[in-house]
């Protein structure tokens, strides 16, 4: 016999991904956050270098001040991932790159003189003849910065999966589907912890410190949790409406003739078949089949079944005939039954499965 369709996504999906992003979020941080503000607390205490000592110490841990010449620009890379240099001579004639951003690059002309500032041996301080000092990418300020935007951005959106993974096996557990309970349960988290990601990276790159930007990245997540709380209870309370007003909007019609329409019965019941893509709807009930004629096997829906809802059909897959498609939620005991069907249909399956519903008219239908 073919098996009962399950479809749908995994819970191993979203699981394996959610795992890999939460593990990078708290590994990256927890690798480079330290040494980096390590560094940040050293550059800050570093005193001015005594009369060139650090030329000649390479463990000297101080500040060395030097006039060097701007001899050339330099870019590497290509596209997004472009690198803006300059080259620096000195008067001892020894040459060295820094790297600084597009804009700060463009500050400097070829042979203008400057003030440069050294640390460990980078270049962490480059000042025009103008005054102006400008931060290189070596400098050690900014370095909490990469690794607590992987933090905000890769920890929730890790965790919303993992989130997700786990409710899709407590419904496959319960034989529901997220159609029927509302996607709600998943997508808010997820949207929330993405919105709230890019949020957050904002505020870590505008904030001046570490602490600082862990402040920011706290009041965006408490922003964010009442934002997601509220776009949640906004969706399940419309839940109800919705399908009441879609069901208005689609009527009831009672076969009063036998046809044949393309549909996809989905559900843990021994009539939801992957060989069966086509309904015959007539006065006496409804009956799965193969055939788009009606003539081959059919399998009757049970009188048992019971009518819940309808929901729109944005996540049915592909169905050969269906072009508007709608799902209709049913319950065969504790068990969930959902039917897809084009929009046009569906108040035929509706009138030929539950005659008495309230709308109900009897009518000839379409291609009997």
């Given amino acids: 016999m073919p098996m009962y369709r399950k479809g749908g996504i995994s819970p191993w999906q979203p699981a394996l991904l959610g795992l890999l992003l939460t593990g990078l979020g708290v590994a990256v941080p927890a690798v480079m956050l330290p040494p980096a503000l390590a560094d940040g607390r050293a550059y800050a205490a570093a005193a001015p270098c005594p009369g ?36 620096l001579g000195f008067p001892d004639g020894t040459r060295q790159r820094a790297q600084l951003g597009k804009n700060s690059q463009q500050k400097f002309e070829t042979g203008e003189p400057v003030t440069v500032v050294s640390w460990r041996h980078e270049i962490r301080e480059i000042t025009t003849r103008d005054g102006e000092r400008l931060t290189t990418r070596a400098h050690p300020a900014g370095g909490y910065i990469a690794p607590m935007m992987v933090a905000v951005l890769a920890t929730p959106v890790g965790g919303s999966l993992l989130w997700m993974a786990h409710w899709l096996r407590r419904l496959r557990r319960t034989g529901r589907s997220p159609a029927s309970v509302g996607r709600r349960h998943t997508s808010v988290p997820f949207v929330t912890a993405v919105l709230y990601g890019f949020a957050a990276m904002i505020a870590v790159a505008l904030s001046p410190s570490a602490p600082a930007a862990a402040a920011g990245a706290g009041g965006v997540a408490v922003g964010a949790v009442l934002l ?81 809802r309808l929901h729109r059909g944005d996540a049915v897959g592909r169905i050969d005939g269906v072009a508007r498609p709608l799902l209709v939620e049913c319950r065969d005991g504790d068990r969930e039954v959902l039917i897809a069907a084009d929009r046009g249909h569906v108040p035929w399956i509706l009138g030929a499965l539950w005659p008495r519903l309230p709308g109900a008219a009897p009518a000839v239908p379409p291609g009997s």
């Fill in 228 to 308: 997601g709380a509220l776009a949640w209870r906004r969706q399940r309370n419309k839940a109800g409406p919705k399908a009441a007003g879609l069901l208005a909007a689609t009527g009831v019609r009672v076969p009063v003739a036998e046809t044949v329409i393309p549909a996809r019965v989905s559900g843990e019941v021994p009539y939801s078949r992957t060989d069966c893509d086509h309904l015959v709807l007539s006065p006496a009930g409804v009956a799965v089949t193969s055939d788009g004629r009606g003539r081959g096997l059919r399998i009757p829906l049970p009188g048992s079944l019971a009518f819940v």
């Fill in 52 to 87: 060139g000592t650090a030329a000649v110490d390479p463990a000297a841990d101080c500040l060395l001040t030097r006039q060097a010449a701007v001899t050339g620009k330099d870019v590497t890379g290509r596209g997004d991932n472009k690198k803006y240099f300059l080259v």
